[in-house]
C-alpha cells in the first residue's frame, strides 16, 4: 500500500507489589500499554497479546511464586482475566490502553516482596 510501518509499543518492564501480606484481601497495580508513532497501512493493525509466565516470583531468589491475573481495563467490574495467548489490544493508531494486575494475598505461603516482568507478543497483522 506504499506504507512503510512504524510504531513503538511501551509496556512497563515491571510490575512490583513490594511487600505483600498473607490474607489481606486482594491487591492491585495498575499499569499502561502505549502505542507511539504509529504509521501503518490502512486495515493493518499491531496486536499485543498476553504471554503469561509462571507468576510473580518471592525477591529473595527462593522458588516460591504467586499466581496473578491480568486485565486489560482500569475499572474491574465484570472484567474477565486475559488468559496467555489472549489479545490485550489492536493498536491502529497512536494510544494508550490502561490494565491492572491482580493478586490474591490469600494464596502466599511465604511473606515477602513479589515482582514479575511482564511478556506480552507483538505482531504487525495486515488486514
Do not use: C, W
Not at 56 to 78: E, H, I, M, Q, R
Not at 93 to 115: E, F, M, N, P
Amino acid at each position: 500500500a506504499g506504507v512503510d510501518p512504524t510504531f513503538m509499543i511501551i509496556i512497563p518492564s515491571q510490575v512490583d507489589f513490594g511487600t505483600v501480606v498473607k490474607n489481606t484481601g486482594m491487591q492491585e497495580q495498575d499499569f499502561s500499554v502505549e502505542a507511539q508513532n504509529v504509521v501503518i497501512e490502512p486495515g493493518a493493525g499491531i496486536e499485543v497479546r498476553v504471554d503469561v509466565d509462571d507468576g510473580f516470583k518471592l525477591s529473595d531468589g527462593s522458588a516460591n511464586t504467586l499466581d496473578y491475573s491480568l486485565y486489560n481495563v482500569a475499572d474491574l467490574t465484570g472484567a474477565t482475566p486475559l488468559a496467555d495467548g489472549d489479545l490485550y489490544h489492536r493498536f491502529v493508531s497512536d494510544q494508550t490502553v490502561d490494565g491492572k494486575v491482580t493478586l490474591d494475598t490469600d494464596q502466599i505461603t511465604v511473606a515477602g516482596s513479589y515482582s514479575d516482568i511482564m511478556n506480552f507478543i507483538i505482531e504487525y497483522k495486515v488486514a
